[in-house]
């Protein structure tokens, strides 16, 4: 078994992009000092630049689209649980009764 991933917080990520960003240090030499690798380092800057306050939303977490897409996956079910109920009442008092 290989040695467990490490994980960082949202604001540790947060500052190693704006340490990059305002320090005109190279990626490497940046991500050394804070003990990560410089794919990590490339990942978040990457990360950041693309989503900006929204990145890096944690495990467990969803961005605000991901959230409304759940809530409306959720919502669409129940509507479509609704809808089969109402079927088969509907057929139930569509039959005749002696």
Avoid at 9 to 17: D, L
Avoid at 57 to 63: I, Q, S, Y
Avoid at 71 to 91: F, G, H, P, Y
Wanted: with cysteine.
């Amino acid at each position: 078994m290989g040695k467990p991933q490490p994980t960082y917080t949202k604001e540790f990520k947060q500052q190693a992009v704006a340490l990059f960003e305002t320090s005109g240090k190279s990626k490497t030499h940046i991500a050394r000092d804070l003990g990560i690798s410089d794919s990590a380092l490339s990942k978040w800057c990457k990360e950041f630049g693309e989503r900006g306050a929204e990145a890096f939303p944690g495990k467990g977490h969803l961005t605000a689209i991901e959230e409304e897409m759940r809530r409306l996956q959720r919502e669409n079910e129940i509507l479509r649980q609704e809808r089969d109920i109402l079927k088969k009442a509907m057929s139930i008092f569509a039959q005749p009764h002696p």
